[in-house]
């Protein structure tokens, strides 16, 4: 850890001083990395105001630029233990960066695709359409005449992610040393998922590819689209698509006096979000207005794929079970799912875990399925196994993130329409699936016997 410290000794600096010009000084002390309290407004035992530390972080993040901006929107996906007052601040976190050169982009680009960009485009537009943190994009035309939208990253951006995540890995190591919450939540674990997450999301052929896969699901459906990846002009730093062009989705007046139909558009997003997540297991990860476009014929199309959930069948089903169960009032139901899940240790007190749980579920018994935020639901869930020091996996709180945010447009669109009750055709084929005699078959490891267990407290999907 004193090699890694002495290496990145400047950018360690700037860390350290983010925080402690933000009055952090008293946990950069917990971590040992300063001598004194001094400055610190963050004493362990000041009634803390939630909102305000969450606007500091939020400062702090948003200074330290990309590697911590990604970290901050990451963790406002975490509503399992990050307090509500914090999440809406890291929410607000964007990539507030300006363009570089345009002498940099064509050399990145020459570089990568091996030829002057005269003689691989016809034309490129020299002012970049978006700007991010890791990469902006621009319009070029191809020889085929074809409109494309092109990501370029940024110049020496990965060096510099990579410092950020060695640090990272240190602090969590810190943490979890020094502070009993940080050991619970297995914050270098955390800090380890996510430096996969943002590896991958520096890695522009692992984008391309995740957008070819999401938009197989849909291949036959006129109503949906994934811009196509142009795979001869992109590389891991370049990648080239067809440029679409349209409303964004959370644009409602414009859709209205355009003559679009909200109310097909918020069926449409939200069954595709549904046949994603429950049907392939495989969906996009950030699914927010600005990926969202909404094309003539009220055509909803997806962008931007370098954050994607991923499900396995058994977790697709937990998932499933857990929300069905908290729909239908059934506690036991839902710590069965639980304790399948794993998740249900010796150190759990059992007793104030169920109370919790029939609280909440009667929140949500016999209440019509118009009045129920599927996001809502399973982040209130998550919340009460965090009071329980329940770790709930990190694929399920990303789901959570996705799933509130698309019902957060969808309810702009067409204020009416039940996630709920779409969900439940969704719902239905999973259970029909998992019990037919061939699913069941190439499942490895199961007796006849096991299979008996579940169907007892299976969910009843149909109201039929």
């Known amino acids: 850890m004193f090699r890694k410290r002495l290496k990145h000794a400047h950018r360690y600096q700037e860390i350290i001083n983010a925080f402690l010009k933000n009055g952090f000084g008293y946990f950069i002390y917990r971590l040992g990395l300063s001598e004194s309290k001094a400055g610190s407004k963050l ?53 507030q960066v300006t363009p570089f050169p345009f002498d940099e982009v064509r050399k990145i680009v020459e570089a990568e695709l091996g030829d002057s960009l005269e003689n691989i485009f016809l034309e490129f537009n020299e002012t970049p359409l978006a700007t991010a943190s890791i990469g902006q994009v621009h319009t070029a035309r191809l020889p085929s005449q074809e409109v494309v939208a092109i990501k ?23 943490m979890e040393a020094r502070i009993s919450w940080a050991r619970r939540y297995q914050i270098r674990k955390m800090i380890d998922e996510f430096a996969k997450s943002l590896r991958a999301e520096l890695d522009y052929n692992y984008e391309g590819r995740n957008g070819e ?32 062009q349209g409303i964004k989705v959370n644009h409602y007046k414009q859709l209205d006096d355009e003559g679009y ?50 499900l396995e069948e058994e977790t697709k089903y937990q998932f499933a079970s857990l929300v069905i169960n908290l729909k239908r009032g059934s506690t036991n139901g839902l710590i069965k799912t639980l304790s399948d899940m794993g998740l249900l240790t010796d150190e759990i007190d059992m007793a104030p875990l169920r109370g919790d749980i029939d609280e909440l579920r009667n929140k949500y018994y016999d209440i019509p399925l118009s009045q129920i935020s599927l996001g809502g639901a399973v982040n209130d869930l998550f919340t009460v196994a965090n009071r329980h020091q329940v770790q709930i996996p990190p694929e399920f709180t990303m789901l959570g993130k996705a799933l509130l945010t698309m019902e957060a447009i969808v309810e702009g669109l067409d204020p009416n329409f039940s996630i709920m009750k779409a969900a439940e055709p969704f719902g239905e084929r999973l259970f029909k699936e998992r019990y037919n005699p061939k699913t069941l078959q190439r499942m490895p490891g199961i007796n006849s016997l096991s299979l008996l267990k579940p169907l007892p407290n299976c969910p009843r999907i149909s109201r039929k």
């Not at 990965?158 to 810190?174: F, K």
């Open 152 to 174: 370029v990253q940024r110049p020496d951006i990965l060096p510099t992610v990579e410092t950020d995540l060695e640090i990272l890995d240190d602090l969590a190591r810190l």
């Open 261 to 310: 139909d909200r109310r097909q558009i918020a069926e449409r997003l939200a069954n595709s979000m549904l046949h994603q997540i429950l049907i392939d297991g495989f969906y996009h990860g950030d699914p927010h207005p600005g990926n969202i476009i909404i094309l003539p014929g009220n055509v909803v199309a997806l962008m931007d794929f370098g954050m994607v959930g991923r």
């Open 43 to 95: 004493q362990p035992d000041e009634n803390l105001n939630l909102r305000s530390i969450g606007e500091r972080l939020h400062t702090i993040l948003q200074s330290l630029g990309p590697t911590f901006i990604k970290l901050g929107q990451i963790a406002s996906t975490r509503r399992d233990f990050v307090p509500d007052e914090i999440v809406r601040e890291l929410e607000k976190l964007q990539d």
């Open 213 to 244: 896969r999401i938009a197989k699901q849909f291949i036959d459906d006129q109503g949906f689209k994934v811009p196509r990846i142009h795979w001869e002009f992109s590389t891991k730093r370049v990648l080239t698509m067809d440029f679409i």
